[in-house]
């Protein structure tokens, strides 16, 4: 299995081109199901996720092709997706336990041939995640559900129909399913409580050009009408503002000074706030933003929470960079209770931080020392890499297969900033 080796202490300069978003870019992929015309995505970004989504339609029969792309700045693929005929309506386990978000096809499916069977996904590192929302939303549109063999067994044979669903807490995965299920179900359907991410936006933009009336985009309730056939479409897709924000905390860390080319503060801005309050510059640039410091880091408080807040996926990296300011930084997780695996890793590198219930109390240190920590999952082993950039000698990265499925080319990234930092194969 390959590791990543970092020898700390380099400040990161020039700049880093971020690529296209991974959450935003499976959702998109998976609407291809709703139609027989082709879906174009561009700025599509290499990763370890995205190859497992191809396989996972390819078997459901979606047809796709890859061309190098040439969007912008970014050095993303171009996707084009036909599902003429779908071949298949069960979504395996081997699929599904590889990779969450393969759940999303469930209402793509039923919608489109009054059937589904997607295996249920299974524990994951950061908690239980169920998926009991996706599955009442689209009862709610009149599909019969049930849990056969660790599968969930799902029929429309008259189609779908619109319903008014309300949300009872808010989901990214769930939203997403039912706005797609919703584009093929007969009439319009109402979702109250909806999560407002960029991600959900940039699908609900895409399914706009695919012809499915919505409104409401980027707010709470999405209304969607439903169609009966949907068109052809070209779609770029949104940055990742993760990444983004994850290079901001990197460059941070280190003092650095980099532009980041194809960034979005416009998506970040709860992590922007809290970056300043901690003494970080952000400069919007005709390209992106800049980042650098002038003075040392202050410990701030954060709490994770629904978009527009301060994001899940950037708290373990948040809490690496809170590691060597000066003064406590206490840490909330509202959204997944067992995201701190983190901590006793940052521990082993000399960090002081003390987990209350869902609370860390991130006191600061003035040094860490690089050490072989192991990765648990995407947003904790790059919190690793963080602490690495700025710890004296050499920190040892293992299960780097965590941070392949959502960084690309994160080590080539971060060298041709001045990073010490190389894959070690095997
Ligand atoms: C997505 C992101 C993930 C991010 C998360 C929260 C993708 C591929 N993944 O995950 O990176 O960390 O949003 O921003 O886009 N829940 C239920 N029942 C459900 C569904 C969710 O109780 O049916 C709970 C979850 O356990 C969690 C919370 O709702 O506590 C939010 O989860 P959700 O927004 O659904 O996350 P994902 O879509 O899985």
Do not use: W
Request: charged fraction near 25%; hydrophobic fraction near 45%.
């Amino acid at each position: 299995m390959d590791r990543i080796r970092i020898r700390g202490g380099r400040q990161l300069k020039g700049e880093i081109v971020v690529s296209g978003s991974k959450n935003a870019c499976l959702p998109l992929m998976v609407a291809a199901m709703l139609t027989d015309k082709p879906l174009t995505l561009k700025n599509v970004p290499r990763l370890a996720d995205i190859t497992t989504m191809i396989a996972l339609l390819k078997q459901h029969g979606v047809e796709i092709s890859a061309a190098p792309g040439e969007n912008g700045h970014s050095h993303g693929t171009t996707l084009t997706l036909r599902a003429d005929r779908i071949t298949s309506t069960t979504a395996p386990y081997d699929i599904v336990r590889k990779m969450r978000a393969s759940v999303l096809v469930l209402g793509p499916l039923v919608a489109r041939e009054g059937e589904a069977r997607v295996s249920l996904p299974g524990g994951c590192a950061i908690g239980a995640r169920p998926v009991d929302l996706h599955i009442a939303g689209l009862k709610a549109m009149g599909a019969e559900i049930e849990i056969d063999g660790g599968y969930m067994v799902a029929r429309a044979p008259k189609g779908l129909r619109g319903a008014r669903y309300t949300f009872p807490k808010v989901s990214v995965g769930a939203t997403e399913n039912l706005m797609m299920a919703a584009a093929l179900a007969k009439g319009t359907t109402v979702l109250d409580n909806a999560a407002r991410e960029p991600e959900i936006t940039d699908l609900a933009e895409c399914l706009s050009k695919m012809g499915v009336p919505i409104l409401g985009i980027g707010t709470e309730t999405l209304i969607i009408e439903g169609v009966e056939q949907l068109k052809a479409a070209t779609h770029a897709v949104v940055p990742d503002r993760i990444e983004t924000g994850t290079y901001a905390m990197a460059i941070a860390m280190t003092a650095g000074d980099v532009e980041l080319v194809g960034g979005r503060l416009d998506l970040l801005e709860a992590a922007a706030q809290s970056l300043r309050a901690a003494g970080v510059v952000l400069d919007k640039t005709n390209r992106g933003f800049r980042v650098h410091r002038a003075n040392g880091l202050h410990g701030v408080d954060v709490m994770t929470e629904p978009y527009p807040g301060f994001p899940t996926d950037l708290q373990a990296q948040m809490m690496a960079l809170m590691t060597r300011a000066e003064g406590a930084s206490m840490i909330t997780e509202t959204i997944f209770e067992s995201r701190f695996m983190h901590v006793p890793e940052l521990a082993r590198m000399g960090a002081n931080v003390t987990i209350h219930h869902e609370s860390a109390l991130v006191r600061g240190v003035s040094r860490l020392r690089g050490a072989d920590v192991m990765a648990t999952d995407l947003r904790a082993s790059v919190s690793l890499a963080i602490a690495g950039l700025a710890a004296e000698g050499d920190t040892t990265l293992h299960r780097v297969y965590h941070l392949d499925r959502g960084y690309e080319r994160l080590e080539e990234k971060l060298a041709a900033c001045g990073a010490d930092i190389e894959r070690l194969k095997g």
